[in-house]
């Protein structure tokens, strides 16, 4: 009976993940966009950050939505880390088409790790008219 090799057990006991597979996740805002009354509403996890740490512009129609945090290093004389996760310097990004419309008109409200974002819906222009020449 042959057996493929496989890695040695203890060897990576801390990166079970196959992180790879998730390159795309990792810096992703996980969102949920959704119409009520007439508005649109989008609701974005931004878990691990503060307020204070997330920025939001208007710009050519986008609505960009930029999150960083940058945690200080303290070394603490009683602990020796073997690994450190938790411990983090982050900055993720996420950009949303709303058309062109006023940024006075957009509602934002951030509660326990998620931003809240109320945006108008983009007003229809009127269609194209033509004028009659005598």
């Known amino acids: 009976m042959n057996m493929l090799p496989s890695r040695v057990f203890f060897d990576d006991l801390f ?13 992703m805002m996980k969102c949920d966009i959704y119409e009520k009354d007439g508005e649109y509403n989008i609701e974005v996890d931004v878990p691990g950050f503060n307020k204070e740490d997330i920025k939001m512009k208007l710009a050519d129609g986008y609505i960009t939505i930029t999150a960083e945090h940058n945690e200080e290093e303290k070394e603490e004389e009683d602990k020796k880390y073997i690994r450190r996760e938790r411990k983090y310097s982050s900055r993720c990004e996420r950009k949303f088409y709303v058309g062109d419309i006023d940024e006075n ?7 326990d790790g ?5 945006v108008p819906k983009e007003k ?11």
Not at 124 to 134: L, M, R
Request: hydrophobic share 35%; proline share 3%.
């Open 15 to 27: 990166d079970d993940l196959d992180k790879t597979r998730f390159t795309n996740l990792d810096n």
């Open 124 to 134: 229809e222009k009127a269609p194209e008219k033509f004028i009659d020449i005598n």
């Open 105 to 111: 008109e957009v509602k934002a409200k951030f509660k």
């Open 114 to 118: 998620t931003l809240k974002i109320v």
